[in-house]
Protein backbone atom coordinates (compact mmCIF):
# COMPACT_ATOMS: atom_id res chain seq x y z
CA UNK A 1 0.00 0.00 0.00
CA UNK A 2 2.57 2.88 1.02
CA UNK A 3 4.35 1.50 -2.50
CA UNK A 4 1.38 2.67 -4.20
CA UNK A 5 0.60 5.75 -2.69
CA UNK A 6 4.21 6.66 -3.34
CA UNK A 7 3.95 5.67 -6.68
CA UNK A 8 0.60 7.98 -7.27
CA UNK A 9 2.48 11.05 -5.51
CA UNK A 10 5.01 10.78 -7.54
CA UNK A 11 3.07 10.21 -10.55
CA UNK A 12 1.15 12.93 -9.46
CA UNK A 13 4.25 15.40 -9.64
CA UNK A 14 4.54 14.47 -13.05
CA UNK A 15 1.09 15.51 -14.33
CA UNK A 16 1.28 18.61 -12.65
CA UNK A 17 4.66 19.37 -14.34
CA UNK A 18 2.52 19.06 -17.30
CA UNK A 19 0.00 21.29 -16.81
CA UNK A 20 -0.82 25.02 -17.94
CA UNK A 21 0.30 24.91 -21.80
CA UNK A 22 0.14 29.18 -21.40
CA UNK A 23 2.73 29.24 -18.07
CA UNK A 24 4.79 26.97 -19.98
CA UNK A 25 5.68 28.83 -23.15
CA UNK A 26 5.73 31.62 -21.26
CA UNK A 27 9.19 30.69 -20.34
CA UNK A 28 10.46 28.99 -23.61
CA UNK A 29 10.26 25.37 -22.39
CA UNK A 30 7.59 23.74 -23.85
CA UNK A 31 5.65 26.22 -26.43
CA UNK A 32 2.53 23.48 -26.80
CA UNK A 33 0.89 21.99 -24.03
CA UNK A 34 0.55 18.70 -25.81
CA UNK A 35 4.20 18.39 -26.17
CA UNK A 36 4.28 17.34 -22.51
CA UNK A 37 2.83 14.11 -23.94
CA UNK A 38 4.83 13.08 -27.09
CA UNK A 39 8.34 11.39 -26.96
CA UNK A 40 11.11 13.97 -26.31
CA UNK A 41 12.98 12.80 -29.26
CA UNK A 42 9.73 13.28 -31.46
CA UNK A 43 10.06 16.19 -34.10
CA UNK A 44 7.49 18.98 -32.99
CA UNK A 45 6.85 19.89 -36.21
CA UNK A 46 6.18 16.77 -37.82
CA UNK A 47 3.40 15.85 -34.68
CA UNK A 48 1.91 19.64 -34.30
CA UNK A 49 2.37 21.43 -37.61
CA UNK A 50 -0.20 18.81 -39.41
CA UNK A 51 -2.76 16.47 -37.71
CA UNK A 52 -4.33 13.50 -39.42
CA UNK A 53 -7.54 14.17 -41.18
CA UNK A 54 -10.85 12.71 -39.77
CA UNK A 55 -12.60 9.84 -41.01
CA UNK A 56 -16.25 10.80 -40.07
CA UNK A 57 -19.39 10.25 -42.16
CA UNK A 58 -22.08 12.95 -40.39
CA UNK A 59 -25.46 11.21 -41.08
CA UNK A 60 -28.31 12.80 -43.18
CA UNK A 61 -30.58 12.65 -40.60
CA UNK A 62 -30.66 15.43 -38.30
CA UNK A 63 -31.45 14.24 -35.79
CA UNK A 64 -28.76 11.99 -35.98
CA UNK A 65 -26.15 14.67 -37.20
CA UNK A 66 -26.93 16.49 -34.08
CA UNK A 67 -26.11 13.61 -31.97
CA UNK A 68 -22.90 12.87 -33.45
CA UNK A 69 -22.13 16.70 -33.49
CA UNK A 70 -22.62 16.91 -29.85
CA UNK A 71 -20.22 13.49 -28.95
CA UNK A 72 -17.36 15.13 -31.46
CA UNK A 73 -17.48 18.02 -29.60
CA UNK A 74 -17.46 16.12 -26.21
CA UNK A 75 -14.30 14.23 -27.42
CA UNK A 76 -12.06 17.22 -27.69
CA UNK A 77 -13.26 18.51 -24.12
CA UNK A 78 -10.59 18.03 -21.25
CA UNK A 79 -13.77 19.22 -18.91
CA UNK A 80 -16.24 15.28 -19.77
CA UNK A 81 -12.93 13.03 -18.32
CA UNK A 82 -12.41 15.80 -15.26
CA UNK A 83 -9.89 14.60 -12.27
CA UNK A 84 -6.34 14.35 -13.05
CA UNK A 85 -6.81 14.26 -16.78
CA UNK A 86 -8.51 17.22 -17.37
CA UNK A 87 -6.08 19.52 -14.78
CA UNK A 88 -2.96 17.53 -17.29
CA UNK A 89 -5.20 19.32 -20.16
CA UNK A 90 -6.25 15.57 -21.71
CA UNK A 91 -8.88 15.11 -23.53
CA UNK A 92 -10.56 11.66 -25.71
CA UNK A 93 -8.49 13.56 -28.36
CA UNK A 94 -5.32 13.55 -26.79
CA UNK A 95 -5.20 9.48 -27.67
CA UNK A 96 -7.48 9.34 -30.43
CA UNK A 97 -6.38 12.49 -32.37
CA UNK A 98 -9.28 13.52 -35.30
CA UNK A 99 -11.04 10.28 -33.80
CA UNK A 100 -7.82 7.64 -35.46
CA UNK A 101 -5.41 6.83 -32.93
CA UNK A 102 -1.72 8.56 -31.93
CA UNK A 103 1.34 6.38 -32.03
CA UNK A 104 3.48 10.16 -30.63
CA UNK A 105 0.99 9.88 -27.59
CA UNK A 106 3.72 8.99 -24.72
CA UNK A 107 2.38 10.67 -20.99
CA UNK A 108 5.11 10.64 -18.43
CA UNK A 109 4.67 7.80 -15.62
CA UNK A 110 0.84 6.66 -17.72
CA UNK A 111 2.68 5.33 -21.12
CA UNK A 112 4.84 2.77 -21.91
CA UNK A 113 6.21 3.01 -25.27
CA UNK A 114 4.96 5.60 -28.05
CA UNK A 115 1.25 4.91 -28.65
CA UNK A 116 0.55 3.56 -25.65
CA UNK A 117 -1.46 4.44 -21.95
CA UNK A 118 -2.48 2.64 -18.90
CA UNK A 119 -6.28 3.42 -18.34
CA UNK A 120 -6.11 1.62 -15.37
CA UNK A 121 -3.75 4.12 -13.59
CA UNK A 122 -4.14 5.18 -9.73
CA UNK A 123 -3.30 8.91 -10.93
CA UNK A 124 -6.06 8.67 -12.86
CA UNK A 125 -8.70 6.40 -11.08
CA UNK A 126 -9.58 5.98 -7.83
CA UNK A 127 -11.62 3.03 -8.60
CA UNK A 128 -10.00 1.20 -11.30
CA UNK A 129 -6.58 1.98 -10.50
CA UNK A 130 -4.95 -1.36 -9.84
CA UNK A 131 -1.25 0.14 -8.58
CA UNK A 132 0.54 -2.19 -11.79
CA UNK A 133 2.15 -0.04 -14.59
CA UNK A 134 0.06 -2.22 -17.42
CA UNK A 135 0.48 0.32 -20.51
CA UNK A 136 -1.36 -0.97 -23.62
CA UNK A 137 -1.32 0.36 -27.18
CA UNK A 138 -4.38 2.70 -28.10
CA UNK A 139 -6.28 1.48 -30.70
CA UNK A 140 -7.28 3.67 -33.87
CA UNK A 141 -11.20 4.34 -33.70
CA UNK A 142 -10.94 4.60 -37.16
CA UNK A 143 -9.97 1.57 -37.91
CA UNK A 144 -11.95 -1.97 -39.06
CA UNK A 145 -14.66 -2.15 -36.30
CA UNK A 146 -13.48 -5.50 -35.53
CA UNK A 147 -10.48 -4.62 -34.17
CA UNK A 148 -12.20 -2.51 -31.11
CA UNK A 149 -13.17 -5.43 -29.38
CA UNK A 150 -16.45 -3.70 -28.42
CA UNK A 151 -19.56 -4.49 -30.18
CA UNK A 152 -21.62 -1.11 -31.19
CA UNK A 153 -25.12 -1.60 -28.84
CA UNK A 154 -22.36 -1.44 -25.99
CA UNK A 155 -20.88 1.69 -26.38
CA UNK A 156 -22.90 3.49 -24.54
CA UNK A 157 -21.92 1.91 -21.22
CA UNK A 158 -18.22 0.91 -22.35
CA UNK A 159 -17.51 5.15 -22.53
CA UNK A 160 -19.44 5.55 -19.58
CA UNK A 161 -17.05 3.38 -17.82
CA UNK A 162 -14.36 5.04 -19.31
CA UNK A 163 -15.53 8.74 -18.06
CA UNK A 164 -17.04 7.95 -14.79
CA UNK A 165 -14.35 4.91 -13.69
CA UNK A 166 -11.44 5.02 -15.05
CA UNK A 167 -10.88 8.60 -15.40
CA UNK A 168 -12.87 9.98 -12.42
CA UNK A 169 -15.52 11.81 -14.64
CA UNK A 170 -18.59 13.09 -13.51
CA UNK A 171 -21.57 11.37 -15.33
CA UNK A 172 -22.38 12.40 -18.72
CA UNK A 173 -25.44 13.91 -19.44
CA UNK A 174 -27.77 11.04 -21.58
CA UNK A 175 -27.39 13.26 -24.71
CA UNK A 176 -23.39 13.00 -24.32
CA UNK A 177 -22.99 9.89 -23.49
CA UNK A 178 -25.29 8.91 -26.59
CA UNK A 179 -23.57 11.43 -28.97
CA UNK A 180 -19.90 9.94 -27.97
CA UNK A 181 -21.41 6.38 -28.70
CA UNK A 182 -22.57 7.77 -32.16
CA UNK A 183 -19.53 9.37 -33.03
CA UNK A 184 -17.45 6.93 -32.74
CA UNK A 185 -19.58 4.70 -34.96
CA UNK A 186 -19.30 7.73 -37.37
CA UNK A 187 -16.02 7.19 -37.53
CA UNK A 188 -14.65 4.31 -39.90
CA UNK A 189 -12.19 3.87 -43.04
CA UNK A 190 -14.82 4.14 -45.20
CA UNK A 191 -15.27 7.70 -44.91
CA UNK A 192 -11.30 8.91 -44.42
CA UNK A 193 -10.25 11.53 -47.19
CA UNK A 194 -7.49 10.85 -49.80
CA UNK A 195 -4.97 12.39 -47.81
CA UNK A 196 -3.99 11.11 -44.36
CA UNK A 197 -2.77 14.27 -42.79
CA UNK A 198 -3.42 18.10 -43.55
CA UNK A 199 -2.15 21.09 -41.76
CA UNK A 200 -3.23 22.15 -38.31
CA UNK A 201 -4.43 26.29 -38.97
CA UNK A 202 -6.31 28.46 -36.60
CA UNK A 203 -9.15 28.37 -39.36
CA UNK A 204 -9.64 24.69 -38.69
CA UNK A 205 -9.74 25.06 -34.92
CA UNK A 206 -12.04 27.84 -35.08
CA UNK A 207 -14.20 25.65 -37.23
CA UNK A 208 -14.51 22.98 -34.45
CA UNK A 209 -15.09 25.59 -32.26
CA UNK A 210 -18.32 26.76 -34.07
CA UNK A 211 -19.68 23.33 -34.61
CA UNK A 212 -19.25 23.40 -31.02
CA UNK A 213 -21.34 26.47 -30.42
CA UNK A 214 -23.77 25.40 -32.77
CA UNK A 215 -24.43 21.65 -30.99
CA UNK A 216 -25.12 23.96 -27.68
CA UNK A 217 -27.83 25.86 -29.69
CA UNK A 218 -28.87 22.62 -30.77
CA UNK A 219 -29.13 20.96 -27.59
CA UNK A 220 -30.86 24.38 -26.19
CA UNK A 221 -33.53 24.73 -28.98
CA UNK A 222 -34.32 20.75 -27.98
CA UNK A 223 -34.73 21.72 -24.53
CA UNK A 224 -32.01 20.19 -22.45
CA UNK A 225 -32.68 20.41 -19.18
CA UNK A 226 -30.39 22.94 -17.17
CA UNK A 227 -28.09 23.08 -19.87
CA UNK A 228 -25.80 20.65 -18.71
CA UNK A 229 -25.14 19.09 -22.38
CA UNK A 230 -24.69 22.81 -24.19
CA UNK A 231 -22.27 23.91 -20.87
CA UNK A 232 -20.63 20.74 -21.80
CA UNK A 233 -20.77 22.02 -25.77
CA UNK A 234 -19.22 25.41 -24.68
CA UNK A 235 -16.73 23.91 -22.92
CA UNK A 236 -15.58 22.20 -26.07
CA UNK A 237 -15.24 25.36 -27.77
CA UNK A 238 -13.61 27.04 -25.22
CA UNK A 239 -10.91 24.06 -25.63
CA UNK A 240 -10.25 25.07 -29.05
CA UNK A 241 -9.47 28.21 -28.33
CA UNK A 242 -7.05 27.58 -25.85
CA UNK A 243 -5.54 25.11 -28.39
CA UNK A 244 -5.62 28.76 -30.95
CA UNK A 245 -4.69 30.82 -27.94
CA UNK A 246 -0.81 28.72 -27.27
CA UNK A 247 0.62 29.55 -30.86
CA UNK A 248 -0.21 33.43 -30.77
CA UNK A 249 1.56 33.64 -27.51
CA UNK A 250 3.94 35.74 -28.58
CA UNK A 251 1.60 38.54 -30.28
CA UNK A 252 -0.75 40.31 -27.03
CA UNK A 253 -2.72 41.59 -29.85
CA UNK A 254 -4.13 38.03 -31.25
CA UNK A 255 -4.40 36.70 -27.70
CA UNK A 256 -6.29 39.43 -26.08
CA UNK A 257 -8.65 39.17 -29.00
CA UNK A 258 -8.57 35.14 -28.13
CA UNK A 259 -9.37 35.70 -24.21
CA UNK A 260 -11.79 38.14 -24.96
CA UNK A 261 -13.55 35.98 -26.92
CA UNK A 262 -13.30 33.09 -24.27
CA UNK A 263 -14.70 35.50 -21.65
CA UNK A 264 -17.60 35.83 -23.90
CA UNK A 265 -18.19 32.02 -24.15
CA UNK A 266 -17.73 31.58 -20.66
CA UNK A 267 -20.18 33.97 -19.98
CA UNK A 268 -23.06 32.24 -22.38
CA UNK A 269 -21.33 28.85 -20.76
CA UNK A 270 -22.85 30.29 -17.24
CA UNK A 271 -26.15 31.30 -19.05
CA UNK A 272 -26.99 28.08 -20.56
CA UNK A 273 -25.84 26.26 -17.39
CA UNK A 274 -28.45 28.88 -15.61
CA UNK A 275 -30.90 28.13 -18.07
CA UNK A 276 -31.84 31.14 -19.24
CA UNK A 277 -33.24 31.96 -22.40
CA UNK A 278 -31.15 34.65 -23.85
CA UNK A 279 -28.30 32.08 -24.13
CA UNK A 280 -29.03 30.30 -27.15
CA UNK A 281 -29.25 34.58 -29.17
CA UNK A 282 -25.51 35.19 -27.55
CA UNK A 283 -24.03 31.80 -29.05
CA UNK A 284 -25.47 32.83 -32.66
CA UNK A 285 -23.91 36.10 -31.93
CA UNK A 286 -20.85 34.99 -30.83
CA UNK A 287 -20.72 32.39 -34.31
CA UNK A 288 -20.88 35.51 -35.94
CA UNK A 289 -18.09 37.63 -34.83
CA UNK A 290 -15.63 34.54 -34.83
CA UNK A 291 -15.27 35.00 -38.69
CA UNK A 292 -13.41 38.68 -38.09
CA UNK A 293 -11.94 36.89 -34.96
CA UNK A 294 -10.68 33.93 -38.00
CA UNK A 295 -9.75 36.46 -40.20
CA UNK A 296 -7.30 38.49 -38.11
CA UNK A 297 -6.31 34.85 -36.88
CA UNK A 298 -5.02 34.06 -40.06
CA UNK A 299 -3.47 37.13 -41.22
CA UNK A 300 -1.09 36.82 -38.27
CA UNK A 301 -0.63 32.94 -38.91
CA UNK A 302 2.41 33.58 -40.35
CA UNK A 303 4.28 34.88 -37.45
CA UNK A 304 2.38 32.05 -35.07
CA UNK A 305 3.29 28.83 -34.34
CA UNK A 306 1.27 27.42 -36.58
CA UNK A 307 3.80 28.11 -39.00
CA UNK A 308 6.47 25.30 -38.99
CA UNK A 309 9.30 27.43 -39.78
CA UNK A 310 8.64 29.31 -36.59
CA UNK A 311 7.35 26.27 -34.35
CA UNK A 312 10.64 24.79 -35.48
CA UNK A 313 12.63 27.52 -34.19
CA UNK A 314 10.45 27.60 -30.84
CA UNK A 315 10.84 24.08 -30.12
CA UNK A 316 14.65 24.42 -29.97
CA UNK A 317 14.75 20.43 -29.63
CA UNK A 318 16.98 18.10 -31.22
CA UNK A 319 15.28 16.21 -33.57
CA UNK A 320 15.83 12.79 -34.12
CA UNK A 321 18.99 11.91 -37.02
CA UNK A 322 17.66 11.83 -40.40
CA UNK A 323 18.10 8.06 -41.88
CA UNK A 324 18.77 7.73 -45.87
Same mark, same amino acid.
Given at each position: ?173 ? &?? #? /? !? =????? @???? $?? +????? *? %? ?64 ? &?? #? /? !? =????? @???? $?? +????? *? %? ?39
Amino acid at each position: MDRRRRRTRALAGVALAALGGLALAADGRLPLQAMSWIPRDADPVRVFATQPTECLRVPADPAAARSVEIGRAAFRTPVLLGGQAARAGLSCESCHRSGRGNPDFQFPGASGGPGTADVTLSLFSSRRGNGVHDPRPIPDLSGPRERLNVASADLPQFIRGLVVEEFDGREPPP &AV #L /A !G =LADYV @RALG $PA +ACPAF *A %RERTSPRRLLDDARRAVRAAEASLAAGDPDGPTAALMIAAARARLFLIDERYVAQPAEVARLRAAD &AR #L /A !G =LQAAA @RDGR $PD +AARGL *A %RWRAASRDLEAMLVLRQPASLFDPDVLKTATNRRLPPKTS
